[in-house]
């Protein structure tokens, strides 16, 4: 058994095994999650990386950067304990033919963990270009990949100096060689494996778990708290377990007023300050890093009022709208398809059932917003130019981000079901990581 299925197998065993007391899943000491972290780069490069390179017919990727001005991709490349590139930080990966196992080096001072070893000794030759360039000549590529891209900024890492550098000192009869690796930066980014899989569930609940937790009266007095403080409750939360979050969580209200939902206010001018009320309808939008991985989650709660025991039916049936909105774009979800293919059939089923949706849907994994088939944007319910003409593939991740417009008429206002919940899409079937939300939390609850 290789090393990285040893480790992952025992570090199964902490996961399954342990419980925080009384709210979380385990969540794993430093050491353990960079063991964990290690291993699955390995297995990454072992068993993701080549048949991506037959893929996209590179079969060399060059991958260059300084210490601080990291290329996004260099960065999921590097090993648990480097916070950073060092110095001038030059990884190549090579496949010489298809079906064979990749070489990886570091043309470097050092090893860069345990997979790329050290290809440069400076005592034979002090210049870390030429000992490239050497390299380059022995093995011949045919097409040497760059991290260059018009569409996708995660694939677009190469800065000016080093590309200049590069094409400077690369001899002539590879110049036409060169070209964009976005197609393949792509494909690494959003291919997850065999253990990310296993590793995602565990993120995902415990990102549920945290959500759940602040839509209650543990972190909730209604006529005091303010969604403000929410927020920093669920941050200071995210801090206390030892995670970290990708972005600043939101909370917002709907209710009984004469107050008009719009996206602009919803993404960039809610209110901050806002009391929370019974009667209220909740919303976070929260994500949490771990494990190199990434959550982004958008949930439902409502505030009883004192005569009330359960959610309003009239909120029920608004968040039914919601999840059937949800289920018409998941039913879209086919290898091949483009974002913009999948988001026009999705509103399509969607308005034929009465439904008034807006999609947004992203890939996730080694970022919040990650590199894949964008699937709308809340301002773009045409189709979006470029990352949503790039196709689905399996094996992949997302973030299943949408919202529908619901008229209550009990506060004679319209209001939107708000959602987001992780899935995995294996080429045949997308199915949520952890589930999705079935209904609206009270607050207070049993």
């Given at each position: 058994m290789s090393p990285y299925k040893i480790c992952f197998a025992s570090s199964i065993l902490l996961l399954s095994s342990f419980f925080a007391l009384g709210q979380y899943d385990q969540i794993l000491p430093l050491k353990e999650r960079a063991a964990i972290e290690d291993s699955v780069l390995k297995e990454?490069?072992?068993?993701?990386?080549?048949?991506l390179m037959e893929r996209t017919e590179i079969d060399m990727w060059v991958i260059i950067s300084r210490e601080y001005n990291?290329?996004?991709?260099?960065?999921?490349?590097?090993?648990s304990t480097w916070i950073s590139a060092r110095?001038?930080?030059?990884?190549?990966?090579?496949?010489?033919?298809?079906?064979?196992?990749?070489?990886?080096?570091?043309?470097?001072?050092?090893?860069?963990?345990?997979?790329?070893?050290?290809?440069?000794?400076?005592?034979?030759?002090?210049?870390?270009?030429?000992r490239l360039m050497e390299l380059i000549e022995e093995r011949k590529p045919k097409k040497i990949g760059l991290n260059y891209s018009e569409t996708f900024a995660l694939a677009d890492g190469i800065n000016k100096t080093e590309y200049e550098l590069f094409m400077k000192n690369l001899p002539a009869q590879y110049q036409e060689s060169v070209v964009s690796a976005d197609k393949l930066g792509v494909a690494w980014l959003?291919?997850?494996?065999?253990?990310?899989?296993?590793l995602y569930e565990n993120l995902c609940r415990i990102a549920h778990q945290i959500i759940a937790r602040g839509f209650s009266t543990e972190a909730i007095v209604p006529g005091h708290t303010t969604t403000d403080d929410l927020v920093w409750w669920y941050r200071q939360e995210i801090n206390n377990l030892g995670l970290e979050t990708w972005f600043h969580p939101t909370v917002d209200i709907q209710r009984a007023d004469p107050e008009n939902f719009d996206h602009l206010r919803s993404f960039s001018k809610r209110p901050d300050l806002q009391t929370i009320m019974p009667g209220d309808l909740l919303h976070v939008d929260f994500g949490i890093t771990y494990l190199g991985l990434n959550t982004d989650t958008q949930q439902h709660a409502y505030v009883l009022k004192p005569e009330e025991e359960r959610v309003p039916g009239y909120l029920v049936e608004a968040f039914k709208k919601g999840k059937k909105v949800q289920d018409h774009l998941t039913d879209q979800f086919t290898?091949?398809?483009?974002?913009?293919?999948?988001?026009?059939?999705?509103l399509e089923?969607?308005?034929?059932?009465?439904?008034?949706?807006?999609?947004?849907?992203?890939?996730?994994?080694?970022?919040?917003?990650?590199?894949?088939?964008?699937i709308g944007m809340w301002d773009q319910q045409g189709g979006v130019a470029g990352s949503g003409d790039y196709p689905?593939?399996?094996?992949?991740?997302?973030?299943?981000?949408?919202?529908?417009?619901?008229?209550?008429?009990?506060?004679?206002?319209?209001?939107?079901?708000?959602?987001?919940?992780?899935?995995?899409?294996?080429?045949?079937?997308?199915?949520?990581?952890?589930g999705r939300q079935e209904a609206i939390y009270a607050i207070p609850r049993k």
């Open positions: 990454r490069i072992e068993t993701v990386l080549p048949g990291e290329d996004p991709i260099l960065k999921t490349f590097l090993p110095r001038r930080t030059i990884l190549v990966i090579y496949q010489e033919e298809p079906g064979n196992a990749l070489e990886t080096f570091a043309i470097a001072k050092y090893d860069v963990g345990a997979v790329f070893k050290k290809a440069w000794n400076s005592d034979m030759q002090p210049d870390q270009w030429k959003e291919t997850r494996s065999a253990t990310e899989k296993i290898t091949g398809r483009t974002g913009n293919e999948i988001l026009k059939l999705a089923a969607a308005k034929e059932e009465g439904l008034k949706p807006t999609i947004y849907t992203h890939p996730i994994g080694f970022h919040g917003h990650a590199a894949g088939p964008t689905l593939y399996p094996n992949t991740a997302y973030s299943i981000e949408l919202n529908a417009a619901v008229f209550i008429t009990e506060w004679q206002k319209e209001i939107r079901i708000m959602l987001e919940e992780e899935a995995f899409f294996d080429g045949e079937k997308i199915y949520y990581i952890d």
